[in-house]
């Protein structure tokens, strides 16, 4: 790629890089951290016109053979690993999965919402415009106090809410028996991860339930899944990424 599409155009002037990064490496997920960092800070290098724009795209869901369908939690969360540089940013797509494409899932046909989140992040951190262009962001999770079930409140820094916090109906598409690789809110206990429920507790807070167990809680994740069932958002109806959390007592 490198000597075929982007040496030729090192001499043009550019503004900033969006990229969706091919499925094909998704099967390597451990090493996409170092790989996406490098191969940002390389091409700033290069073009030498300082650290200009990298926004790019959260693969949403897809299925594919082994190794690679169970690694997409994983390289999702790597993905984040381009944030740790300055002047990045990136487009949510966990709710752009399309499981009855035609063209196979890999590829769903609504590009717009792509195409419309892509662009609130450049007007964002390119222009400086003040508009919304990211989702709800958690901040920290906690145990509430009581009897009945194990209780667990999530916090979300406001400035990501909008006026609150939205939780949608959503259904996993996937065949029965795959319905294991699609995620919702969890809870892990005892080192293994149990489907919360979850209600609106205020505008920038969760709060999750599970019910028939009992101990101490270590964390809670969303989303972090294959195929994630994307259910919360905020009120400019951006999504929020799959994310997990320790929680404190």
Known sequence: MWN??????????????IWYQGEANTWLPYDYCCAIVSMINDWRNYWQIGNFPFIYVQLPPYT????????L?????????????PNV????????????????NVHPRNKQIIGERLA????????????PYMGPT???AWIID???PIQIAVDFNPSTVGSTLKLKP?????PEEEQKNCGWFEINLFGTWHRASVILCDGTTLCLFLYGKSGSPSQVRYGYATWPVATLYNSWDFPAAPFYLNVTG
């Open 4 to 17: 075929a599409m982007i040496t030729p155009i090192l001499p043009m002037k550019i503004t900033g890089v």
């Open 146 to 148: 009581g009897v009945g």
């Open 120 to 131: 609130a992040v450049a007007r964002k951190i390119v222009y400086n415009e003040p508009v």
């Open 73 to 85: 939690p994983e390289f999702r969360d790597k993905q984040d690993c381009a944030l740790r540089l």
């Open 89 to 104: 940013g990136v487009a949510i797509a966990i709710d752009g999965g399309d499981y009855d494409s035609p063209y196979g």
């Open 138 to 140: 958690p901040k920290d």
């Open 64 to 71: 594919f053979e082994a190794p690679v369908f169970p690694l």
């Open 170 to 174: 959503n259904d996993c598409p996937l």
